[in-house]
Each structure stands twice: as structure tokens, then as C-alpha cells.
């Protein structure tokens, strides 16, 4: 049964992969993301336990690419709302507000005991990344590594960073 699986998931990584990025792209409007994401959908597929048949798995890659795109828009949504509001209240002159400055204080911290957390190799891209605003083209250089394993890393950190930083809020 796995193996028919996995080879329903290649036939279908072979076929949709070009509409699946499309699709994904469209949504969120950057290819890069769109690359990431369709990633990340056939490794939730080949990960899972569905049942597959060739009739359902094309409907399958895209629910799971919906459902991702889904999150990564309300993380997006999320994270522009917060500049919106940190820059609204520096242009107010009410940056310095004590609950603002505790809930700054509180998510600095969660962030770094989830950084704490991952993969020494992962945390020195994610930080070198997000921090350092190394791009991916230098990084991967420094470390020897593909473009695309470096875009890996950095799509994994985020995801285990957003997972943890949701249970903490």
C-alpha cells in the first residue's frame, strides 16, 4: 500500500506541480513562498497516512495546499497587523506603554526559548536569515549548502517558531 502510495504521490508530483505552484503563487503572490509551500505539501503527503488513489490524489495535494496557504495568510495577516500597530503607537508617542513593552518582553522571550529549541545548524540559518538579514544566496555559501536546503531550514524554523509562539499567545 505505501509503495502504490508513493508512486501516486511522484505521478502526481510530476503532474501538478507546475498548476500546484501556479495556484499557490496566485494566492500569495510570491514565488518563493509558492515554491516552499508546494514543498511542503508533498512532504505532508508522503508523511501521511491517507488513503491515495489516482482519482483522489490531485483533490488531495490541493486541499493540503489550500489548507497551508490558508495559514501562511493569516501568519502574514498577523504579522502585518502587528507592524501596523507597533508603527501606530511609535507615531503616537505611546511606544513606551508598560503592557506593550510586557508583551514585547514576553514574546522576545518565547522566541528565544523556541530558538533554543531547534537544531544548532537550523537556529545559526534562521538567525542568520531573520536577524542578520543574510540573504539565502550567502548563507548557503557559508555553509556549503543549496540554495534549496537553505530555503528548507528557514521554511522549518518559521513554521516551528509560528507553532510555538500560537501555543504561547
Not at 513593552?101 to 533554543?116: F, I, N, P, Q, W
Amino acid at each position: 500500500m505505501k509503495t502504490d502510495s508513493a508512486s501516486l504521490i511522484e505521478k502526481s508530483y510530476r503532474e501538478c506541480l507546475s498548476d500546484l505552484r501556479t495556484y499557490i503563487r496566485y494566492k500569495t503572490n510570491d514565488e518563493e513562498t509558492a515554491k516552499d509551500i508546494a514543498q511542503e505539501v508533498y512532504l505532508r503527503l508522503l508523511k501521511s497516512n491517507y488513503l491515495l488513489c489516482a482519482k483522489t490524489v490531485r483533490n488531495m495535494v490541493f486541499t493540503i495546499a489550500r489548507n497551508l496557504v490558508i495559514d501562511y495568510q493569516r501568519q502574514h495577516l498577523w504579522r502585518q497587523r502587528t507592524t501596523d500597530r507597533i508603527v501606530g503607537e511609535i507615531e503616537n508617542g505611546n511606544a513606551c506603554a508598560v503592557e506593550t513593552d510586557v508583551e514585547r518582553r514576553d514574546l522576545v522571550r518565547e522566541a528565544h526559548r523556541c530558538l533554543r529549541r531547534l537544531p544548532e545548524r537550523r537556529r545559526a540559518i534562521y538567525i542568520m536569515s531573520r536577524v542578520e538579514e543574510k540573504s539565502i544566496q550567502e548563507i548557503a555559501e557559508m555553509f556549503k549548502l543549496s540554495r534549496r536546503t537553505v530555503e528548507n531550514h528557514i521554511f522549518r524554523s518559521d513554521k516551528e517558531m509560528r507553532t510555538y509562539i500560537k501555543q504561547c499567545i
